[in-house]
T-cell receptor, first 113, second 117 residues
Framework: EPEVTQTPSHQVTQMGQEVILRCVPI?????FYWYRQILGQKVEFLVS????????KSEIFDDQFSVERPDGSNFTLKIRSTKLEDSAMYFC???????????FGQGTRLTVV | AQTVTQSQPEMSVQEAETVTLSCTYD???????LFWYKQPPSRQMILVIR??????QNATENRFSVNFQKAAKSFSLKISDSQLGDAAMYFC??????????????FGDGTTLTVKP
């Protein structure tokens, strides 16, 4: 069973629509990260989340993005009004502890049409 | 800010032979972690190997080993006895060990490895 599970695996949405990507760790993880990978490009950091707060965010993570942990287990990334350029693979990553490597989920492929 | 550079966009190797993927990084920190991730066509990110900066000994995982040169800020990945299943995109990544910046990784642009039968 994977350490981190993401849903959905693939989502197609129309431009301007809101999407919610979900991430669930197998055990009690405290740190969460979202990364984005546009097809053929590098993996880019979006945001880190610790203790129910954003601890760091990148320039990419603008007002259309938000993260939350609504029920203590799921960790979500919301994109309020999707744009064509939001089409990418979105990865959730989470380590078991501070000094361990982060386990990556299998990713959500978001396609905005 | 830390940067990670992979100077080889593409590499190829004959099956059963050895290949080395290059990675350099820039940081002012002394304590950090370095990783190599494999991304097959499924696009899942799979951790291949990890190196702690405070360890002088190079990490090894079966057919995968690294050459970590801290002073030169170099972290290359050697794949021995290459197999067809090794074909993938490989990313080098840096992560600070500072508690205030725990977990965020900076990735290189990636190297696409082709394995020829």
């Amino acid at each position: 069973e994977p350490e981190v599970t993401q849903t959905p695996s693939h989502q197609v949405t129309q431009m301007g629509q809101e999407v919610i990507l979900r991430c669930v760790p197998i055990s009690n993880h405290l740190y969460f990260y979202w990364y984005r990978q546009i097809l053929g490009q590098k993996v880019e950091f979006l945001v880190s989340f610790y203790n129910n707060e954003i601890s760091e965010k990148s320039e990419i993570f603008d007002d259309q993005f938000s993260v939350e942990r609504p029920d203590g287990s799921n960790f979500t990334l919301k994109i309020r009004s999707t744009k064509l350029e939001d089409s990418a693979m979105y990865f959730c990553a989470s380590p078991r502890g501070l000094n361990t490597e982060a386990f990556f989920g299998q990713g959500t492929r978001l396609t905005v049409v | 800010a830390q940067t990670v550079t992979q100077s080889q966009p593409e590499m190829s190797v004959q099956e059963a032979e050895t290949v080395t993927l290059s990675c350099t990084y820039d940081t002012s920190e002394s304590d950090y972690y370095l990783f190599w991730y494999k991304q097959p066509p499924s696009r899942q990110m799979i951790l291949v190997i990890r190196q702690e900066a405070y360890k002088q000994q190079n990490a090894t995982e079966n057919r995968f080993s690294v050459n970590f040169q801290k002073a030169a800020k170099s972290f290359s990945l050697k794949i021995s006895d290459s197999q067809l299943g090794d074909a993938a995109m490989y990313f080098c990544a840096y992560r600070s060990a500072r508690n205030t910046n725990a977990g965020k990784s900076t990735f290189g642009d990636g190297t696409t490895l082709t394995v020829k039968p």
